[in-house]
């Protein structure tokens, strides 16, 4: 399909075609880039819920480098 006739779907949402082709994003497992840990340092497993992990509203957990 020819850029500027409205095919792509760059040019449906931006109304312009600036890009054209395919464009790849690639980012690391979430898992392996960082770890979450609670308000005193324990690493929490982000693949439970909060209710799993028993966290109460207003608990801080925060996000860190591996």
Do not use: N, W
């Not at 095919?7 to 980012?27: F, M, P, R």
């Amino acid at each position: 399909m020819p850029l500027g006739h409205g095919y792509t779907i760059e040019e449906q949402i931006t109304g312009q075609a600036k890009q054209g082709g395919i464009q790849i994003d690639v980012y690391p497992l979430l898992a392996s880039a960082v770890e979450f840990k609670d308000e005193i340092g324990s690493g929490i497993d982000i693949r439970m819920c909060p209710r799993e992990l028993r966290i109460s509203e207003g608990r801080q957990i925060s996000m860190h480098l591996k």
